[in-house]
C-alpha cells in the first residue's frame, strides 16, 4: 500500500521520486496519455476498492 509514485528517466536510466498521491492504494492501474499519467481506483488500506482517479503531469515534473 503507498502514495508515492516514482518515474524512469530514459536518458539517465533512473527512477525518480515524484509529488504522493492524495490516495494511498495497491494494485493500481495506471495510463500515460497527454504527457499525463493517471491512476484509477486500486485497493485501499481497508482492502475495498477505491473510486478514485489521480493525474500527475509528467512535463512539469520533468521540468523541475
Same mark, same amino acid.
Given at each position: !500500500? ?7 528517466? +530514459? ?18 492501474? $495506471?495510463?500515460? !496519455?497527454?504527457?499525463? +499519467? ?12 477505491? $473510486? $478514485?482517479?489521480?493525474? +500527475? ?8
Amino acid at each position: !500500500l503507498t502514495s508515492r509514485w516514482t518515474r524512469f528517466d +530514459l536518458d539517465q536510466k533512473w527512477w525518480f521520486s515524484v509529488p504522493k498521491m492524495h490516495v494511498e492504494r495497491t494494485w493500481v492501474p $495506471s495510463c500515460y !496519455l497527454g504527457g499525463f +499519467l493517471y491512476v484509477f481506483g486500486g485497493t485501499n488500506r481497508s482492502g475495498s476498492f477505491s $473510486s $478514485s482517479i489521480e493525474a +500527475l503531469d509528467a512535463r512539469a515534473d520533468m521540468a523541475g
